[in-house]
């Protein structure tokens, strides 16, 4: 195993990203810093959300949204967005 120092698990060794997730500098950060499985439960995470809020992908304001919590949960930048049953199938935008 190639020693992998995740930021969200400093003290233990971990599995790297084969590659970047995506393209850019975001995809690039998430590969240098975040390890195989802190990113599975970030892919996980995603579709709760998506499902929760009736997130639409292809619609610029989803994905603002789903990259802002990327950010939140994965570089501890903002504030995760809880899953409210109160208010599922929809967000305020």
């Known amino acids: 195993m190639t ?17 970047p997730p995506f393209k850019g500098d975001l995809g690039e950060r998430i ?11 970030w892919l996980t995470h995603q579709t ?5 809020y009736g997130l639409d992908p292809r619609q610029r304001k ?7 919590q990327l950010r939140a949960v994965l570089f501890d930048e903002g504030e ?8 599922q199938g929809s967000i305020d935008w």
């Not at 989803?62 to 802002?68: H, I, N, P, T, V």
């Open 62 to 68: 989803a994905r603002d949204f789903l990259y802002e």
């Open 31 to 41: 590969h240098v810093e975040i390890c195989a499985d802190c990113w599975k439960e």
């Open 80 to 87: 995760p967005a809880s899953v409210d049953t109160s208010k």
């Open 48 to 52: 709760v959300l998506m499902n929760h």
């Open 3 to 19: 020693e992998f120092r995740c930021r969200r698990h400093p003290t233990e060794d971990r599995l790297p990203l084969v590659r």
